[in-house]
């Protein structure tokens, strides 16, 4: 298992930045995929999360295309967190963030997640 803590997150107004913190109760090199996904307000229950970014277990990264060029994800395995830089943020970013773990054990997957983090961009 692995417990997830996440920090960060606000009030920005459109054009600024934010940075999220994802840090994990075991290090992050014993989990295969570690990412971000949002959930917008008002969505349905059990609407399937967005992809945001995220790491695979082969350490490559993947961006939602809304989101290239403006975010990125990053790691420090020192302090088993994982990051999102949010840059050039706009109103339609405003979510619910979540920081998600992923991790493989035998034949089975187990999805870990974080408490999520309120992002509100104003116009």
């Known amino acids: 298992q692995v417990q997830l803590v996440q920090s960060g997150g606000g009030l920005v107004q459109a054009g600024g930045s934010l940075r999220l913190s994802c840090a994990a109760s075991r290090s992050i090199f014993s989990i295969n995929a570690m990412g971000w996904y949002r959930q917008a307000p008002g969505q349905a229950p059990g609407k399937q999360r967005e992809?945001?970014?995220?790491?695979?277990?082969?350490?490559?990264?993947n961006y939602a295309d809304s989101v290239k060029g403006r975010f990125t994800i990053s790691r420090d395995n020192a302090k088993n967190t994982v990051y999102l830089q949010m840059n050039s943020l706009k109103p339609e970013d405003t979510s619910v963030y979540y920081c998600?773990?992923?991790?493989?054990?035998?034949?089975?997957?187990?999805?870990?997640w974080g408490q999520g983090t309120q992002v509100t961009v104003s116009s």
């Open positions: 992809l945001v970014a995220a790491f695979s277990s082969g350490g490559s990264t």
């Open positions: 998600n773990a992923r991790m493989i054990v035998g034949l089975g997957e187990y999805d870990y």
